[in-house]
């Protein structure tokens, strides 16, 4: 997937170490290092990129989720993947936004680009919400030996590990959910209404996993061969006939 950024890293982007040694041996490198350092800048930018786009599929879900891991972990992989919402966001979530009685939790108002929503709790997570706020003993809904959690980092990279994955970070879970709604056909507005994202961001970085992803255009393109004005050979025969001529 292209998010819009990969060409302008692959032309700019060398890290500061590898900048300053490119420097200092570049009267003995001449022409190939600038080309040693252009292909090193391509192989940067697709790691970049590959991990920044990694979204899981659901067999890749469900080994996250049926890992041998803590319950805190379990029910924030849950709530980043069936809510999209960022993850500091959930960090952050208190039992006064989460309505279990008609199962939505209002994610409060965002800054800047950075919008919420008012989410639908899907069936499993509302029940898993249902058992945690049964054991609970502080209002964080992520909650750790009776303690806020800061930070997931150490709990979602063991769950990650358990679960024999590659490079998945908590954001790779709200691609995923992205994903996961355009898959399904999801109009454009209601996955940015969802994500609370612009239409314009939400068409560009995940635009093609939609079934009817520029479908219109093509068959406007196939309903040309139909029309007066626009005539192309059609067979090998007229192909080769053409080819010909030319």
Known sequence: MS?????WLAEHFVPPAMEQSSKSLSRFGGHSLSA?????????CCVISRQRDKWLSKAEADRLLEAEIDEHARLFIML???????????LSLTWQ????????????????????AIVPMVP???AAMRIAVGIRTTDSVIEYRDKYVKSIKTGFHMSVTRAGLG??????LRHTCATWLMMKGMPFEMVAKFLGNSVEMIERVYG????????????????????PEFSVPTG???LSARFRKT
């Open 167 to 172: 490079h998945v970070t908590p954001h790779s």
């Open 36 to 44: 040693k350092r252009l292909k090193c800048r391509r192989s940067i």
């Open 124 to 126: 499993d997570l509302h």
């Open 80 to 90: 980043a993947l069936y809510s999209g919402v960022r993850f500091g966001v959930i």
């Open 236 to 238: 090998p025969e007229s």
């Open 208 to 227: 093609h996993h939609s079934p009817d992803w520029l479908r219109r255009a093509a068959e406007a393109l196939s309903g040309l061969s139909d029309s």
């Open 97 to 116: 936004q989460v309505d279990l009685v008609s199962g939505v939790i209002n994610f409060g108002r965002g800054t800047g680009n950075k919008g919420r």
């Open 3 to 7: 998010t819009g950024g990969e060409g």
